[in-house]
């Protein structure tokens, strides 16, 4: 049996209430529930206070560059297919910095669980506004308050193909960790949006804004698609929570027939048994 | 002897190059190819030559003695170059050339094909109408076209391929000499490209993510078309960023990874090539470079991007560049860059261009057997627990393993500074133990570096100094350069960092002449070879009009002082 505690490592760097800390233990409880060995699990991240995550869970991480947590983590399912792969990462990270990679590992549909600390900031370089933070939010950089509308990565998923996607609440924890168990077991790309409060530098979203809006939709089916893309557009006053949509289609790993069996970072290989190469040419 | 095949892109140059190159190299000619095109899929300009051997020749240079000009701008192009003697295939029906005179051979390309069945077969008819003023018969080409379409869809290739040689035979048989033809086994026709995809395959390489660009696609090309057979995959990205962070997620997972670009591209990756540096991961990164800044002149030559390669990047680490020369180095050179990645965990860049990569020369096949592959990982047996994936060891270079290889242990891999478990760290002691982990490698890269290549004596006139793609060009060159009586010697360099000095250092006072020859116009590699050895060469042979290098012109730039 594993624990969650077992998952665990290291002293945090963030600030005392930062949302991160709720998303951390739900990820330890949804692996040691999913009992998933530690070896055989490998999260990939980008650059922000979200992105430490692989320091702080005992699995295999790649700490990559800002904004492409993904494609590290599109190149490791194809290496090996016997990894669970999950990516985690910032707002600003995945959905700007890392924007394109977003949009196109929906379409490619690898099996990856995304698990997103929408915290509407930057916070590591304290407090720009990031692509999801509200019209209007004042900053040291937005001066005059935010001009942009802010980007939905819900709305956005579920228009370029999305099969999950869900969001959740760090305040949550227990609906958090279900959701993660559900998105890790989902066959194909699961994105979790997760509403995260940043205590330092976000003054408008605070736990206490979220909870008087978040909202738990009743007979929801998460096979419609209409349904699933009205509740991924509503925001304001009341924020729906939960699983939007599931409806698993083919995933991007099963278009290639080589990557059936054992992997291929472990699969025996003898140059010289591949001379024939050259008899084309010939 | 030289061909020219000239016309407008999608009139199927390359199909005419190709079937004869081959039919040529199994009669037992040395053949090299060469192809000079637009950026652009229809009309235009675009040509591809052929030069026949006895030896394989190492550059398409020379009088044009068959000009095959698919359209009248080919021929106004090109008949000024034509040799003495030299004679011109055209269709009349396309166009009359403007003085009729004997070297014109009129043959009915379009409608032949059409009544042997299709007119697209307009190609085969051409290269039966070449092989009949070389004197050749169709045997050889019949065997390709059927090896190439099948018994069925070849039945209609072969009776265009008669029908042109019949119709130019009556016109001139044999009006054309070619060289003597030299037993020599059977030979490869292989392009630049393909030999990378190749080696590439044949290293180990499972997985290469890239997005398209030329001259790099051709590498791209060759891989994908094996994913059914072999053990690859290969993903076109969104964008270069991605196809480098793709690679390095493979490649720490454990599939040998590469990925190929040109300049524009490169430039995309830089971040992810310093990430390479700082996670310690293999990553080969072919470079096939093309003339910029900018999007330059895509579909042509330079040796731009040497300064590039050597700091892309931002902060310090190690890298080695390795670069094409020709084919049949490449291939093994590429291997060499594979196994250099793993065994020292760092990022290698092989650097070649649009002339070695669309250049295909006749040469002896490969021996698969003397490639290497080595995984260079830790064994259960070395296994110090816990697993640190930066654990610091003497020679800098740390025990590596795989996620998911031993149970219980995990691998953290961090763009941070970090310590040896991989966690970030900003403490100034960490910081330096790091550094110097990581750059005791530039070391032992060096003492892997090969020796340039020297051919000639060890002293004498003229010291030619060269690297990567043209050293056919500067082979060639030194033996018109020797026939004149003066004592040329060729220094060239494959493997370009970290430098090896000592050669060039011995040979430098034993020369009265000291010349760098380079496809680009500030000389690079001089410059190079100045911060490395402090040794200035006397004069800098520089082209960069985008085509590469002719023998003959390297000779009339050296002669022009002398
Ligand atoms: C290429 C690059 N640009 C900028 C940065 C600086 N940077 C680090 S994290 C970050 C934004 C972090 O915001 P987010 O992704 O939302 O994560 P958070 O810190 O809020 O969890 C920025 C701009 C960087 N590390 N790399
Ligand atoms: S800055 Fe914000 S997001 Fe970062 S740790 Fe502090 S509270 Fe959390």
Redesign the pocket.
């Known amino acids: 049996m594993c624990n969650a505690k077992d998952y665990l490592i290291n002293e945090t760097a963030w600030c005392p209430g930062c949302g991160n800390f709720a998303i951390r233990e739900a990820l330890a409880a949804a692996l040691a529930e999913l009992e998933l060995p530690h070896h055989q699990v490998l999260l990939c991240s ?6 430490k995550m692989p320091h702080y869970i005992k699995v295999n991480g790649f700490n990559g ?3 492409r947590a993904l494609p590290p983590a599109i190149g490791a399912r194809v290496a090996n297919t016997s990894l669970k792969v999950i990516v985690e ?6 959905y ?2 890392g924007g394109n990679h977003f949009i196109h590992n929906i379409r490619r549909n690898p099996d990856i669980a995304h698990f997103v ?1 929408n ?1 509407q ?5 304290k407090g720009q506004a ?1 692509p999801t933070s509200e019209t209007g939010m004042k900053t040291k950089v937005q001066t005059a308050g935010n001009i942009l509308p802010p980007f939905n990565p819900l709305s956005t998923a579920l228009v370029m193909g999305a099969g999950f996607m869900a969001r959740c609440f760090s305040g949550e924890k227990d609906h958090l960790k279900e959701t993660m168990k559900q998105a890790i077991q989902f066959p194909g790309y699961a994105l979790i949006d997760i509403l995260q409060p ?1 205590v330092s530098f976000n003054k408008l979203n605070t736990y206490g804004w979220y909870k008087e809006r978040v909202y738990h939709p009743e007979n929801h089916d998460p096979q419609n698609w209409q349904a699933a893309m009205e509740l991924a557009r509503q925001w304001g006053d009341e924020i729906p929570l939960g699983i939007f949509y599931n409806v698993p289609h083919e995933t991007f790993e099963s278009h290639f027939p080589t990557l059936r069996g054992e992997p291929l970072a472990t699969r025996p290989f003898n140059p010289a048994d591949l001379s024939s190469l050259q008899d084309e040419f010939l | 002897m030289n061909i020219l095949i000239g016309g407008a892109a999608g009139q199927g140059m390359e199909t005419i190059a190709q079937l004869l190159g081959k039919a040529l190299v199994r009669t037992g000619y040395g053949v090299l190819s060469a192809k000079d095109y637009m950026s652009r899929v229809r009309g235009g300009h675009n040509f591809t030559r052929l030069r026949i051997g006895r030896k394989t020749p190492w550059t398409a240079d020379g009088p044009i003695n068959l000009l095959v000009a698919l359209n009248e701008e080919a021929y106004q192009i090109h008949s000024a170059d034509l040799a003495d003697n030299g004679r011109i295939i055209f269709d009349p029906e396309e166009f009359t050339p403007e003085n009729k005179n004997d070297n014109q051979v009129a043959v009915q390309l379009e409608k032949l094909a059409k009544d042997a069945g299709n007119k697209i077969m307009a190609n085969t008819v051409a290269v039966g109408a070449t092989l009949a003023l070389l004197g050749l018969q169709t045997t050889e080409t019949e065997e390709l076209l059927t090896e190439t379409f099948g018994k069925e869809l070849a039945g209609k290739n072969i009776l265009a391929l008669k029908a042109g040689h019949q119709e130019a035979g009556k016109q001139c048989e044999t009006c054309l000499t070619l060289p003597d033809k030299q037993e020599r086994g059977k030979q490869l026709f292989l392009d630049g490209n393909s030999t990378l995809g190749m080696a590439a395959l044949a290293s180990g390489c499972r997985f290469l993510s890239a997005y398209p660009m030329t001259p790099s696609t051709g590498i791209m090309t060759y891989l994908a078309g094996k994913q059914d057979s072999h053990d690859v995959v290969v993903e076109q990205a969104e964008d270069e960023i991605a196809a480098i962070n793709m690679a390095l997620g493979a490649s720490f997972t454990g599939a040998r990874a590469m990925t190929c670009t040109s300049g524009g591209g490169f430039a995309l990756m830089v ?1 992810g090539l310093s990430l390479a540096g700082m996670t310690e991961t293999p990553l080969v990164i072919a470079l096939a470079m093309r003339p910029g800044p900018a999007t330059g002149l895509p579909t042509r030559t330079e040796q731009g991007d040497l300064e590039f390669a050597l700091h892309g990047g931002h902060g310090e680490f190690p890298r080695a560049i390795l670069s094409a020369t020709h084919a049949e180095d490449a291939f093994y050179r590429l291997n060499k860059a594979f196994d250099l990645a793993e065994k020292y965990q760092t990022p290698v860049i092989f650097l070649s261009d649009q002339d070695f990569g669309d250049t295909a020369r006749s040469i002896p096949p490969f021996d698969f057997s003397k490639l290497c592959y080595r995984r260079h990982l830790v064994s259960e047996d070395n296994l110090k627990k816990p697993y640190q994936r930066y654990r610091i060891t003497e020679n800098g270079i740390s025990p590596r393993a795989l996620p998911g290889q031993f149970a219980g242990e995990t691998v953290l891999a961090d763009s941070d500074e970090h310590d040896e478990n991989g966690n970030i760290i900003e403490d100034a002691e960490t910081r330096t133990r790091m550094v110097r982990k990581r750059m005791k490698k530039t070391a032992l890269l060096a003492a892997e570096m090969d020796e340039p290549k020297i051919t000639g004596e060890k002293s004498g006139d003229i010291l030619l100094i060269g690297w990567g793609s043209t050293y056919g060009a500067l082979q060639e060159a030194r033996q018109l350069l020797s026939k004149t009586g003066q004592q040329v010697t060729h220094l060239h360099f494959a493997d370009l960092w970290p430098l090896r000095c000592a050669q060039i250092k011995s040979l430098f006072p034993r020369f009265k002449q000291r010349i760098c020859v380079e496809n680009n116009a500030t000389g690079q590699f001089a410059a190079l070879l100045r911060r490395e050895t402090g040794l200035k060469v006397d004069r800098e042979i520089l082209k960069f009009n985008g085509r590469p290098f002719m023998a003959s012109e390297i000779v009339r730039e050296v002669q022009k002082d002398v």
């Open positions: 980008g650059i922000g206070q979200a992105a560059l800002h904004g990462s910032g707002d600003g990270d995945t700007g910095e600390h915290n900031i930057y916070g590591l370089t990031s940043c | 971040e």
